[in-house]
C-alpha cells in the first residue's frame, strides 16, 4: 500500500479528504478518456472534460439527465431494461465485451464506441462507472484496410486458426467462382483439391505454430480448387496477423495458370534455340547454309525478345502488389513494431522500387528492336531540347549548365535519338563532381557522318572500365552512392548501333580536360537501312 498511499502525500504529509476529493476530481477531469458515473436510476451524476469533447454537450448540460440523451435513437426504448439488467447483478464488464455500441452527439451524429462498466458504491447507493472510447479513427483505419484488400488485384483470403474463412475479396470471388457469403464462415479446404485436402488440417497446424511471412512461390507446387470442380495452379503469400481476437493469418494468391504457359513457351523456344545451334555449328562450313541458319537464329532471338518483354511487363503486377502490402503493413503497424521490424519493411519498399526500375529499364531496353520505326529527317537540335525538358527537374537540383553547338539534320528514330541524348546527358548530370555540372554538346562532320560528343565536368570513368561500362547492368558505383539499374549506356549503345554508328568514350579526355568524361558517336548523315 506504500506506493498507492504515496498519491496521497505532500511535502508535509498525508492529504486530509478534502484534499484527496480535489486531486481525484482533478485527475478524473484529465484523464484522455471519457469518463461518466451514472447513478441508479440511469441519471448522469458526473462526468470529466474528455465526455464533453467526446458528446458536444456542456457539463451542466448533461449533470441530472438520463443517460439515455448519449443513446442512438433506435436504441433509447430498450436501453432502460439493460441498464435495469446490469444494475440487478452489477460486475466489472471490459472494454470491447458484448454488442457493437454507438454514442449520439449533440449534432446528432453517431459515434463508435466501447465502453467499460465498474459498479461503485458510494454513500447514495451503487453508481456505475463508465469509461467511454472513441472508435472512429480505429473504424475508419479498418474501413481503408478493407477498401485496400477489396480492390487489391491478388484474390485476397483471410483464415483463422481453426481454417474458417473470415473474409474474402472480389478478386476471390473471380479467381474460384464462389460468391461472397458462400465462403465466408466456411473452411478453407474448400478451397483446396481433394487430393490435398486431407493432409491440409496438418499443414495448417503447423504454420499456426510456427508463423512466419511466407513470400510467393515458396515451398511446394500449389493448386487451387474452383467451383465448378475445376483446379488452377496457384502461388501464396502468408502473412500472420495478430488481432484481439487472436492469429488470423491473410493469404495473398496468385493465379500463375498464364505464367506456366508462358514457361513452357519459354522452354518450347529454349528448345528451338538449342537445335538452331546445332544446326549452325552443322552447316558452318557452307556459306549458303550458314545464312540459313542466322536468319533461323535471328528470328529465335526476336521471339526471345518479345517473351522477355512479356515476362517482364507481367512481373510488374504482384511486384505492385508486394509493394503495396508491405506499405500497408507499415502503416497500419507502426506504432506496433519495433525499429528493426520497421527497418525491414523499409528495406522491402526499397528493394521492391529497384526491382521496379529494373524491369522498367528492362523494358526500355527491349523496345529498341521491338518497336523501331522507319527512319525520318530528324532535326538533332529539337531532341536535345526534348531530351533537356525531360530532365528539367534534375537539371534544376544540380544546378547544371547544358551548352550545345548548333545540330544538323540526320536520318533516324525521334524517339530513340531523344532516349539516347537523354541517357548521356543524364549521366553527366548525375555523376557530378564537387563542382556545378557543365555539360558541352559539340558535332562535327566526316567523311558523310556526324561525330556527336557530350562532354561533362564530372567524376570520370577510369580507363580499365571505358568499354565495359556499355554492357548491361554494368554498374562502377554502389546503388546508395548513385541510383539506378546500369542498363543506361547499353541502351545508348543498342540505339546508336541501330542507326549504324558507334560509340565510345575519349582516351584523351581525362588527361587534357581535367576531371569528366567525353562520350563520342557517330550517325549517318544520308538515309541508310533501318
Known amino acids: 500500500m506504500g506506493d498507492e498511499l504515496a498519491l496521497f502525500r505532500d511535502a508535509e504529509g498525508p492529504l486530509d479528504l478534502e484534499q484527496q476529493r480535489t486531486l481525484l476530481a482533478t485527475l478524473v477531469d484529465a484523464a484522455p478518456v471519457a469518463i461518466l458515473l451514472v447513478d441508479g436510476e440511469g441519471r448522469i451524476a458526473l462526468v470529466n472534460r474528455e465526455v464533453e469533447k467526446l458528446f458536444g454537450h456542456a457539463r451542466d448540460a448533461l449533470l441530472g439527465q438520463p443517460i439515455e440523451m448519449l443513446v442512438p435513437q433506435g436504441s433509447r426504448v430498450a436501453h432502460p431494461s439493460w441498464r435495469k439488467s446490469y444494475s440487478d447483478a452489477p460486475r466489472a464488464r471490459p472494454m470491447g465485451a458484448g454488442r457493437a455500441l454507438h454514442g449520439v452527439r449533440r449534432d446528432g451524429t453517431r459515434v463508435p464506441v466501447e465502453i467499460a462498466l465498474q459498479p461503485v458504491a458510494t454513500g447514495r447507493g451503487t453508481h456505475t462507472l463508465a469509461v467511454v472510447v472513441d472508435l472512429s479513427e480505429r473504424r475508419q483505419l479498418e474501413r481503408r484496410f478493407e477498401a485496400v484488400v477489396e480492390s487489391a488485384p491478388t484474390a485476397m ?13 472480389r478478386e476471390t470471388e473471380r479467381m474460384f467462382g464462389y460468391a461472397r457469403q458462400e465462403l465466408l464462415g466456411d473452411s478453407v479446404e474448400r478451397l483446396v ?12 497446424d503447423g504454420y499456426f505454430a510456427q508463423p512466419e511471412v511466407r513470400r510467393m512461390g515458396a515451398g511446394r507446387e500449389l493448386y487451387g480448387l474452383r467451383k465448378d470442380g475445376s483446379e488452377v495452379p496457384i502461388e501464396i503469400g502468408l502473412n500472420p496477423i495478430q488481432t484481439d481476437d487472436g492469429l488470423v493469418v491473410l493469404s495473398a494468391i496468385v493465379d500463375i495458370e498464364e505464367r506456366k504457359r508462358l514457361d513452357a513457351a519459354r522452354q518450347e523456344n529454349l528448345e528451338l534455340e538449342e537445335r538452331v545451334r546445332e544446326r549452325t555449328a552443322e552447316l558452318a562450313r557452307h556459306a549458303e547454309d550458314l545464312q540459313r541458319a542466322n536468319q533461323a537464329l535471328e528470328r529465335s532471338n526476336m521471339e526471345l525478345r518479345e517473351f522477355a518483354y512479356v515476362a517482364s511487363h507481367d512481373l510488374q503486377s504482384p511486384l505492385r502488389s508486394i509493394s503495396g502490402f508491405v ?16 527497418g525491414w519493411i523499409e528495406s522491402a519498399v526499397q528493394a521492391a522500387g529497384r526491382m521496379s526500375n529494373l524491369i522498367r529499364d528492362l523494358l526500355e531496353y527491349s523496345h529498341i528492336d521491338s518497336r523501331a520505326r522507319p527512319f525520318q529527317p530528324v532535326q538533332l537540335g529539337e531532341v536535345v531540347d526534348d531530351a533537356l525538358d525531360m530532365l528539367a527537374a534534375s537539371i534544376a537540383d544540380a544546378r547544371a549548365t547544358v551548352v550545345q553547338d548548333a545540330l544538323p539534320t540526320v536520318p533516324g528514330d525521334r524517339s530513340q535519338l531523344v532516349q539516347l541524348f537523354q541517357n548521356l546527358i543524364g549521366n553527366a548530370i548525375k555523376y557530378h563532381g564537387p563542382e556545378l555540372p557543365v555539360v558541352h554538346i559539340r558535332c562535327r562532320e566526316n567523311a558523310g557522318e556526324l561525330r556527336v560528343s557530350v562532354t561533362d565536368n564530372g567524376i570520370g570513368i577510369p580507363p580499365e572500365q571505358r568499354e565495359r561500362v556499355f554492357e548491361l547492368f554494368r554498374r562502377l558505383h554502389s546503388t546508395q552512392t548513385y541510383p539506378g539499374t546500369g542498363i543506361g549506356l547499353a541502351v545508348a549503345r543498342r540505339v546508336v548501333e541501330r542507326h549504324g554508328g558507334r560509340i565510345w568514350i575519349e582516351p584523351e579526355s581525362a588527361a587534357e580536360r581535367g576531371p569528366g568524361t567525353t562520350f563520342t558517336f557517330t550517325l549517318l548523315l544520308a538515309q541508310g537501312d533501318t
Open 327 to 342: 506499405q500497408l503493413l507499415q502503416r497500419r503497424y507502426r506504432d506496433v513494431l519495433d525499429a528493426q521490424a520497421l
Open 193 to 204: 483439391p481433394l487430393r490435398f485436402r486431407s493432409a491440409h488440417p496438418q499443414l495448417r
Open 157 to 169: 483470403v483471410m483464415t483463422d486458426q481453426h481454417g474458417r474463412i473470415l473474409l474474402v475479396n
